[in-house]
């Protein structure tokens, strides 16, 4: 455990991880934007060149403004309800819109309204590559007005692992914990807005074009964009939950998420969709049913696990969760040990895991391109439990070992 007042030790391999993982991550994303459209399609191995001028487009960058200026004007509309933040260092609060799932259907009359006035949606699906660009330059733009802003920041402002002193690694971790432009909430918006929204809005305009070049969308299709749609819909219906994660509490805002939000999120997550339009896939009936099946069954886990933990640490007397064994920490809060939390240690991404697969199958199993995702997400959810471990046994500490040794499975049940 680090000492109280130490500095936080250093993640992601450190200013060399750091500096690896800012030219690795929108490298792979334009590589897999790319093998989505070549013929062979293939995960590893190099995809033919861009053609001249294919990652530019004049309408890009005022695509993609307007689309940011849409998402933050439906930010800033009135909330059916105003949450409190986690108590900060200064002891204080902040207050965060709930509105997310309002502008997921604002968004959608709108596109709907446009479509039926003639929008050709599917003609998104060609400006891919230049918004992806676009996102990535923000991105990078963005991150190095939050590294300044965060000079002018008082120290209870400044997040507990971004501030190590070393430019590159505080750059990319992120300095400041909540950085606010007037009433917007900088990471609570770009965490669940531009960039969820925006993934829904690419597989709709995937489904859209493939039904203009085939004369209907595949059943493939549909069922990819079904269910992210509904893993969409529950994160903005479950908005408040956002609140307790990491990202929120601990990590800083700087190019990790601000990329990851904006561009990685958008762009690589439609990988599947992308995929499907390039290379159509046979699914027959009782296949796609047992792939339902299985997006079902990870989604009852996810939602569970995520509600059952919510609703304890909202109100632990709830009669829902009153009946639960709990372990006591010295904070005065409790750890679950029965129920969902009690399976492993990590119930949650056991289902978001489950829903992964769900995800790249109805792509077929000729192709590891559209497993991308799930392969990626195993590693983020290992590495994210590993970091949230550490937290907790800084937290919580002999209750925490205790938890550990009556529920020793981290994510999969006598597995991992
Ligand atoms: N699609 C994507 O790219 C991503 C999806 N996700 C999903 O987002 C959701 C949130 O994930 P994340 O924020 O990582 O983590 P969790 O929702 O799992 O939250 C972890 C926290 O829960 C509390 N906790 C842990 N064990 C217990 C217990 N036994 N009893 C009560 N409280 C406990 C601790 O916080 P405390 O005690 O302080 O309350 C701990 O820090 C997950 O469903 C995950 O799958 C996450 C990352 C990326
Ligand atoms: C680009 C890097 C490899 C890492 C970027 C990480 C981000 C993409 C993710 C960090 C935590 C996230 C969460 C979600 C989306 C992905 C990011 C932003 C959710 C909003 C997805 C929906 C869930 O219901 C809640 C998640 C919270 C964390």
């Known amino acids: 455990m680090a000492p109280q007042g130490s500095p936080a030790p250093l993640e992601f391999g450190g200013p060399l991880g750091a500096a690896a993982l800012m030219l690795l991550l929108p490298a ?114 963005f991150s190095l007005l939050l590294y300044l802003k965060a000079l002018l920041a008082p120290a209870s402002a400044l997040a507990p692992g971004g501030n190590s002193g070393n430019p590159i690694y505080d750059f990319f971790l992120g300095r400041e914990l909540n950085p606010r432009i007037g009433p917007l909430d900088c ?13 829904v809005l690419i597989n709709l305009a995937l489904l859209v074009q493939e039904a203009e070049l085939r004369g209907s969308p595949s059943l493939a299709m ?62 027959e009936l009782p296949m796609a049913s047992v792939i339902c099946l299985v997006n079902a069954v990870g989604y009852y886990i996810f939602r569970g696990a995520n509600s059952q933990k919510n609703t304890f640490r909202k109100n632990p007397s709830d009669p829902r969760v009153a009946g639960l064994e709990t372990i006591s920490t010295a904070t005065g809060k409790q750890l679950l040990v029965s129920g969902w939390w009690g399976m492993v240690r990590h119930p949650n991404y056991l289902g978001d895991l489950i829903m992964a697969l769900a995800w790249s199958l109805p792509c077929g199993v ?36 205790e938890y550990c040794r009556r529920v020793p499975y981290r994510i999969v049940p006598y597995v991992y």
């Open 28 to 141: 792979t994303m334009f590589h897999l934007l790319l093998a989505a459209r070549s013929g062979p399609a293939r995960l590893l191995g190099l995809p033919a060149p861009p053609p001249a001028g294919a990652l530019w487009s004049p309408a890009a960058p005022l695509l993609w403004l307007s689309w940011l200026g849409l998402q933050a004007a439906f930010y800033l509309l009135p909330a059916r309800k105003v949450a409190e933040g986690q108590e900060l260092k200064d002891k204080s609060r902040l207050r965060y819109p709930i509105n997310g799932f309002q502008a997921l259907v604002l968004t959608a009359l709108l596109v709907g309204l446009g479509v039926c006035a003639g929008l050709p949606l599917g003609m998104l699906t060609d400006m891919l590559l230049p918004l992806a660009a676009v996102a990535t330059l923000a991105a990078f733009l």
């Open 222 to 283: 549909w069922l990819v964009n079904g269910f992210q749609l509904l893993y969409v819909g529950d994160a903005l219906w479950h908005e408040e939950a956002i609140l307790t994660t990491m990202d929120i509490t601990h990590d800083g805002f700087g190019f990790m998420l601000a990329f990851g939000d904006l561009a990685w999120v958008p762009f690589t997550y439609s990988l599947q969709a992308q995929f499907l339009l390039y290379h159509p896939q046979p699914l």
């Open 366 to 401: 000729s192709h590891l391109l559209p497993y991308f995702y799930l392969l990626y997400f195993t590693a983020l959810l290992v590495h994210r439990e590993a970091r949230d471990e550490q937290q907790c046994l800084r937290k919580y500490g002999l209750a925490w070992r």
């Open 187 to 199: 990471k609570y918006f770009c965490e669940l807005r531009p960039g969820l929204i925006g993934w």
